[in-house]
């Protein structure tokens, strides 16, 4: 079979079908119909599947192109308000305590102040919540709401800049790595990085970009390195896996000094602004956290079979509820971090410190209690790297699918189009999860080629 010929016209229309996709994607929000909705998440990512594979085989269009696309649509998404997630009035909010209050947000919650302008715009679920975030974040949050004062727009698109600004120094990261502007438009470019991260406003951009400057870094530049990762989870601990993964990589494959460098300075500014911000008193929110089990995770069907199987054995219905969910996060914990580290360590015996680190980041976003569509944008930084593998696409369109999910909540009166999403976050997804944990678990130590694939040299180790 002929291959597809490649023309200037082609790639046009397809750029501008992704940036139309997008665009409607961040104006609708989750407020269009079901129906719509998936119509819209699924031609916009597949006109970017299929954009970056024509300029795979060959760029036509410049680069120009590009990064006036990758421009334009980040500052459309800073510019338009959040439509996917309201967690961003929750961080000005925090940001606020801080400014305004001068307390802390880890020992008080948006609602020991009533009269503050901020808070009627904080989800109901976070008001009485103390904040989950590092103390980066949270210093960062309080000089930008200091700034900003009383003004919801300024704040909310203080935060959306922040991680517009982290899209696009993680495309230019992308870029410098493998000289590809391909690979930096699946990043630029990705729907999930534009809509969900810069217009919801989520920190995420911020971790994927401290992560990927980290990898791409560590073997050259540990002290850097390891003080990039120390302030990545300083933002949000969930960092701290690839971060113990890229540790041992350099342990059993690179030097003991690099690992011990790296290991030293991350833990040294970890602690040191964890005390900073209180000690165990900033530390304590994490807890309430860790309980959290989002409806897609394989976790959420688990805690209800714990329960039902203590009920059964004579225990309270409150007693068992109570039991399962303080135990799923326990063994959520273990199952992640030794699927991460077999993955890591069958990766690592042909692989280099790329690849290794994404399958670990795979591995915590398919098998971890809680975790929301932004939170694959660590993944998605580091698999732009290796934009021309099956196993990216595939995780790629994994978290296109998490993005259609969730959130999902079965509705009062339900029909056929209302149940499509929360049956395919409660029923599909799970499955889903399953399936590609296993496969990434066994494609991880099948035995190696002994030849590398034509292509593959121009793609970071």
């Known amino acids: ?9 082609k790639q046009r229309a397809l750029l501008g079908l992704v940036c139309a996709g997008i665009a409607t994607l961040i104006v609708i929000g ?9 119509a819209v998440v699924a031609g916009t990512f597949v006109a970017y599947a299929v954009l970056i594979r024509s300029l795979t085989r060959r760029r036509i269009i410049g680069a120009r192109a590009l990064i006036l696309a990758c421009l334009g649509l980040t500052v459309f998404a800073v510019a338009m308000p959040a439509r996917t997630s309201n967690d961003v009035y929750a961080y000005i909010m925090y940001g606020r305590i801080v400014a305004e209050h001068h307390a802390s947000p880890y020992t008080h919650v948006p609602a020991d102040y009533p009269d503050d302008p901020a808070l009627q715009r904080v989800q109901p679920v976070f008001k009485n919540t103390p904040s989950v975030y590092g103390p980066v974040f949270t210093g960062v949050s309080a000089a930008g709401m200091g700034a900003c004062g009383s003004s919801p727009l300024c704040g909310r698109m203080f935060f959306q800049m922040l991680e517009g600004l982290a899209l696009l120094g993680a495309a230019r990261l992308v870029l410098r790595a493998t000289g590809s502007w391909v690979a930096a438009a699946c990043v630029g ?11 919801g406003g989520h920190p995420d951009g911020l971790v994927a970009t401290g992560l990927l400057t980290a990898v791409l870094i560590a073997r050259e530049r540990p002290v850097l390195a390891g003080g990039l990762l120390g302030i990545a989870a300083l933002i949000k601990v969930n960092v701290l896996l690839p971060a113990v993964v890229l540790i041992g990589w350099l342990l059993v494959r690179d030097d003991k000094r690099k690992a011990l460098t790296v290991g030293g300075t991350m833990g040294g500014v970890g602690v040191a602004g964890y005390l900073a911000a209180g000690g165990a008193r900033a530390l304590g ?4 956290a860790s309980l959290l089990v989002s409806h897609h995770s394989v976790w959420y069907a688990a805690r209800g079979w714990i329960a039902n199987a203590l009920v059964g054995g004579g225990w309270t219905q409150a007693r068992a509820a109570d039991y399962a969910a303080h135990l799923v996060p326990v063994l959520g914990l273990i199952t992640i971090v030794a699927i991460a580290l077999l993955v890591a360590g069958g990766r690592a ?5 790329v690849p290794v680190v994404a399958a670990a980041l795979a591995v915590y976003v398919l098998v971890a209690p809680y975790v929301l569509p932004w939170y694959t944008a660590p993944l998605i930084a580091l698999l732009a790297l290796r934009w021309r593998s099956r196993t990216t696409w595939v995780l790629l369109a994994y978290s296109a699918l998490l993005f259609v999910a969730y959130p999902s909540s079965y509705p009062v009166h339900r029909t056929f189009t209302s149940m499509i999403l929360p049956t395919t976050a409660v029923s599909v997804l799970p499955v889903v999860e399953l399936l590609l944990l296993v496969t990434i678990a066994v494609t991880a130590w099948r035995p190696r080629p002994k030849t590398r694939r034509a292509g593959a040299l121009a793609e970071p180790s």
């Open 1 to 9: 079979m002929a291959a597809p010929v490649e023309t200037a016209t």
């Open 30 to 38: 989750r407020g269009a119909p079901a129906l719509v909705f998936i």
């Open 189 to 199: 470019l990705n729907p999930v990085m534009l809509v969900s991260v810069v217009n």
């Open 285 to 288: 929110p994490l807890h309430h």
């Open 349 to 353: 015996r042909g692989h280099g410190l």
